[in-house]
């Protein structure tokens, strides 16, 4: 998805830059710029940096005005129409000119400009939201930005970062309804992804949408498995339950009813497994599923359900802890491994609480004392009534968890990608134990963003330095995943 941002009196800008270091003169910084344009021509990019506002916010390195039809010879569709009919422009003069025209606030030409070339199908992602910011700025009706909004939509609906992005400018141009439903529709391409429903569910509390809000809210407490999943499980009750009284208050009691039961529903988790010490130590807890796969530090989310929400290691007590949480488990024998990595564990015992079926009328509660040797301790437990019939497609995407393991800076780091299966029997060269499959991968950078890499070469006699600078725009649209065979 390519990001345009915009920096103007409007407050389009997603982020704010912070600025640092010591101020220099006016003086100075236009002799600095004379320089640079000296030494350094500009180089276009594919997108245009839209940056609105006034001259003097203008980014350092300036845009050389493009070639340009006269703009005062005729209304801007007309001058526009004629422009491309007989030039024939390139996208990445295209770009050049809009860039340009934003600088100059010429919002009307902008729009005429972005318009013509998807009339003379020149079609480019980032046109829609230029095209519906330049509008707004412009003071377009909103009806007239929903509708290129939409049609942003339509072009990047394969992608889901851009699906994303089109619902949070449809939320900042103020088309909440819009950027809901588009945020819903999101689900349905990953049904897994955690974001369209943080996002989503505080639309639907801004809308008082009370389908809204138990959509959004079961959403987030059956799927947000993030690092910071308590912060916004939280969010997500105190939101149902505000909705629940407002409800309530308005006389729709069954409809007050109908909300409660389902964030009832999906606060319901088949099994949790806590694991806590007292030392130095770090132990890992390491969880078998009945399908085979292994929960873990190492691989944290299943397709049973799975998932390590903490990795913790002492000294500091409360960091002391592992944690494992499957909302929707099957049905089966589960293995606990309690594996010591590290250090001292205060009285060779640690505390294992095992709860099943929490939040319905057969939850129960056992703490268990453990034993801490060198040795892993393994511990076998039944969950005969999992509600999860079948397996999902793929673990659930999301960031990685809390926690980082406490081990010796100089130890080698070691990746693994596991791949849960049926049965115990193994192929070809993976490395396997219990029924799960280990494949080790190859790992490499992908840049993502903007990056400027750059050469300085200083004159014989000191007194020039030659700047050559390369920029490189790389966007990351998308990660598939392969099932890779067992050889079985």
């Known amino acids: 998805m390519t990001l345009i941002a915009f920096a103007d009196d409007t407050r389009l800008a997603q982020s704010e830059t912070k600025k640092s270091g010591s101020a220099k003169s006016k003086a100075t910084q236009a002799e600095a710029k004379k320089k640079t344009n000296r030494e350094s021509p500009p180089t276009s990019t594919g997108s245009p940096d839209l940056i609105g506002g006034s001259k003097e916010a203008l980014p350092a390195v300036q845009t050389t005005k493009p070639k340009l039809p006269k703009l005062d010879d005729g209304t801007p569709r007309e001058i526009w129409q004629r422009y491309f009919k007989e030039q024939k422009p ?48 412009a003071g377009r009706p909103k009806a007239d930005i929903e509708r290129v909004m939409l049609s942003g939509v339509d072009f990047t609906a394969a992608s889901l970062p851009d699906m994303l992005g089109s619902a949070a400018y449809l939320k900042r141009l103020g088309f909440g309804q819009r950027a809901l439903s588009l945020y819903q529709q999101a689900v349905r391409v990953a049904p897994k992804q955690p974001e369209p429903y943080i996002l989503g569910l505080r639309i639907a509390r801004d809308l008082n949408d009370a389908a809204g809000v138990e959509w959004g809210a079961t959403g987030v407490l059956t799927n947000v498995w993030r690092s910071d999943f308590e912060i916004h499980h939280k969010e997500a009750e105190n939101i149902a339950a505000v909705a629940e009284e407002s409800l309530r208050k308005a006389g729709k009691a069954a409809e007050a009813d109908t909300l409660k039961a389902a964030v009832a529903a999906a606060r319901q988790r088949d099994l949790m497994l806590k694991l806590t010490w007292s030392g130095t130590a770090d132990l890992d807890l390491n969880v078998e599923e009945p399908n085979g796969g292994v929960c873990s530090f190492d691989n944290p989310f299943t397709i049973a359900g799975g998932v390590h929400t903490h990795d913790g290691y002492g000294p500091h007590g409360e960091n002391c802890f592992e944690e494992y949480i499957c909302a929707k488990g099957l049905p089966g024998d589960y293995l606990i491994r309690v594996n010591p990595i590290s250090g001292d564990v205060v009285g060779r015992r640690a505390e294992l609480t095992i709860r099943r079926y929490v939040g319905t009328p057969d939850e129960t509660t056992k703490t268990m004392s453990i034993e801490i040797s060198d040795k892993d301790k393994v511990i076998k437990l039944s969950l005969n009534e999992g509600r999860r019939e079948t397996l999902m497609d793929k673990p659930t995407i999301t960031l990685p968890v809390q926690g980082q393991p406490h081990r010796d800076a100089n130890d080698p780091v070691h990746v693994t990608i596991s791949r849960q299966v049926v049965g115990p029997a193994i192929g070809g060269g993976a490395v396997a134990r219990g029924g799960a499959i280990g494949f080790q991968p190859v790992i490499r950078q992908i840049p993502d963003g903007i990056g400027l890499s750059g050469m300085a070469i200083v004159s014989g006699d000191r007194r020039y330095v030659k700047m050559s600078l390369a920029p490189l725009f790389q966007t990351v649209i998308g990660v598939d995943s392969f099932s890779i065979p067992s050889g079985r």
């Open 90 to 137: 390139k996208p990445a003069e295209v770009s050049e000119t809009v860039r340009w025209l934003h600088q100059e606030r010429k919002h009307e030409h902008t729009i005429a400009c972005v318009e013509t070339a998807l009339i003379h199908s020149q079609p480019q992602p980032w046109m829609y939201e230029v095209l519906a910011l330049s509008m707004e700025l």
